[in-house]
């Protein structure tokens, strides 16, 4: 059984910061991509950044220059660091991972989402 949990959610003013992080646990072989997506209400879920086993990353053009996504391997963790938060960043954060486990090959899991609000 493979489980994200998401924290670091929560209220913010505008131009300020919060830090996102997701643990990933279970049986794991190893973990592909992982990554965070947004769901803002009305709005379609879309691809905020990831990052592959390798290192290479990438960014949403609304959240270049403001958001960096790093991960640790040796604890299965993601992390997004927000800063310069916009109200239109307002959105249920999930993550996301593929991992091979003994059952599945890159198999997509997602987090429950944690719920980000940019607002005075």
């Known amino acids: 059984q493979v489980q994200l949990v998401e924290s670091g959610g929560g209220l913010v003013q505008p131009g300020g910061s919060l830090r996102l992080s997701c643990v990933v646990s279970g049986s794991i072989i190893s973990i592909d991509v992982m990554g965070w997506y947004r769901q803002a209400p009305g709005n379609e879920r879309e691809l905020v950044s990831s990052i592959t086993s390798g290192g290479s990353i990438n960014y949403a053009d609304s959240v270049k220059g403001r958001f960096t996504i790093s991960r640790d391997n040796a604890k299965n963790t993601v992390y997004l660091q927000m800063n310069s938060l916009k109200p239109e960043d307002t959105a249920v954060y999930y993550c996301?991972?593929?991992?091979?486990?003994?059952?599945?090959?890159?198999?997509?899991?997602w987090g429950q989402g944690t719920q980000v609000t940019v607002s005075s």
């Open positions: 996301h991972a593929r991992i091979w486990t003994p059952a599945y090959y890159n198999r997509n899991y």
